[in-house]
């Protein structure tokens, strides 16, 4: 079976410009969540989508944005990119969004560097 | 302070040896313990999970949490240089959102 899949694996812009990112979650899977990896930390949430509506949301700027497909899959948008945006970005899906739900399942995630 | 606090390392362990890794939290809501495993340049992989307080074992994996110390733990038996990885902790509370440590960077010299 195939795993959280992610593309681009690598991605790179510069300062100002817009970027889109997607994920494909594990099939069956219907929560999508979204984070932010930074060098030498530990991943930071950013969107939880469970079919298709916001379910949580992190401390990020409006600058951020994502949107949940039919079929599940999802794209996490990003605009006006600043140097501070260079990070991995990780998608990680599992079977529920239900409030006690803990196994989620990571891609291996897009690096995007701004420049 | 951060709502989770875990040493970076790097730690370096012989093959064989027993590695104890930590973290420490301050929110009392947390409910749900996770460990995942991270190595370099892929996502995250969940190792372990621990709902509220006790002991969970899986091969030569244990993990500890106690609540009234807001302390969690993972040990790994007889280490393989294969563990070498950045080990994440990660919690959670009912209806909230994951929150990650940092992550301990271990290497098991062969």
């Known amino acids: 079976d195939a795993g959280v899949t992610q593309s681009p694996t690598h991605l790179i812009k510069t300062r100002g410009q817009q970027v889109t990112l997607r994920c494909s979650p594990i099939?069956?899977?219907?929560?999508v969540s979204w984070y932010q990896q930074v060098l030498g930390q530990g991943p930071q949430f950013i969107f939880q989508?469970?079919?298709?509506?916001?379910?949580g949301r992190g401390n990020f700027p409006d600058r951020f944005s994502a949107r949940q497909f039919p079929n599940y899959s999802s794209e996490l948008n990003v605009n006006a990119l600043l140097l501070g945006d260079s990070a991995l970005y990780l998608c990680?899906?599992?079977?529920?969004?239900?409030?006690?739900?803990?196994?989620?399942?990571f891609g291996p995630g897009t690096r995007l560097t701004v420049t | 302070q951060k709502e989770v606090e875990q040493d970076p390392g790097p730690l370096s362990v012989p093959e064989g040896a027993i590695v104890s890794l930590n973290c420490t939290y301050s929110?009392?809501?947390?409910?749900?313990f996770m460990w995942y495993r991270q190595y370099s340049r892929k996502g995250p992989e969940l190792l372990m999970y621990?709902?509220?307080?006790g002991n969970k074992e899986d091969g030569r994996f244990t993990a500890q949490v106690d609540k009234s110390s807001k302390y969690i733990s993972l040990f790994i038996r007889d280490s393989q240089p294969s563990d070498s990885a950045t080990y994440l902790c990660?919690?959670?509370?009912?209806?909230?959102?994951?929150?990650f440590g940092p992550g301990t960077r271990l290497s098991v010299l062969p």
């Open positions: 929110n009392s809501a947390f409910q749900y």
């Open positions: 990660a919690m959670k509370g009912y209806g909230q959102n994951f929150v």
């Open positions: 990680a899906s599992s079977l529920a969004g239900a409030p006690s739900a803990y196994e989620q399942y």
């Open positions: 099939s069956g899977h219907k929560s």
């Open positions: 989508y469970y079919e298709k509506e916001e379910r």
């Open positions: 621990t709902y509220s307080s």
